[in-house]
């Protein structure tokens, strides 16, 4: 059974930074694309970011693209999202997945987390 948990959300002002990690258990970690979504109160789940099995092709959404950066440690089954200019918009709960493809999808992901907030003041 694969397990995904996120961690390093938190609050933080405009402007800042945050790491977010999400560790997976349960299958071959490299056999999988991962992606990041988030999801806002009152709005869809949206993408934000994903990276390829070995890790050599990454995207990104518009809204994050220069501001963000996506990386994976497969000896460590880990995916990371750097997440730097931070923000008001940004706030949401930020979730990882796992998948077949790095997908803009969320349909393309199989595994989810439950996710980590991220809160950015202004």
């Known amino acids: 059974q694969v397990q995904l948990v996120e961690s390093g959300g938190g609050l933080v002002q405009a402007g800042g930074s945050l790491r977010l990690s999400c560790v997976a258990s349960?299958?071959?970690?490299?056999?999988?694309?991962m992606g990041w979504f988030r999801q806002a109160p009152g709005k869809e789940r949206e993408f934000v970011a994903s990276i390829s099995r070995s890790g050599a092709l990454t995207y990104y959404a518009d809204s994050v693209k220069g501001r963000f950066t996506i990386s994976r440690d497969n000896a460590k089954n880990t995916v990371h999202l750097q997440m730097n200019s931070l923000q008001p918009e940004d706030t949401a709960g930020y979730y990882c997945?796992?998948?077949?493809?790095?997908?803009?999808?969320?349909?393309?992901?199989?595994?989810w987390g439950q996710g980590t907030q991220v809160t950015v003041s202004s």
């Open positions: 997945a796992r998948g077949s493809s790095p997908s803009s999808l969320s349909s393309d992901y199989y595994y």
């Open positions: 349960g299958r071959t970690f490299s056999n999988a694309a």
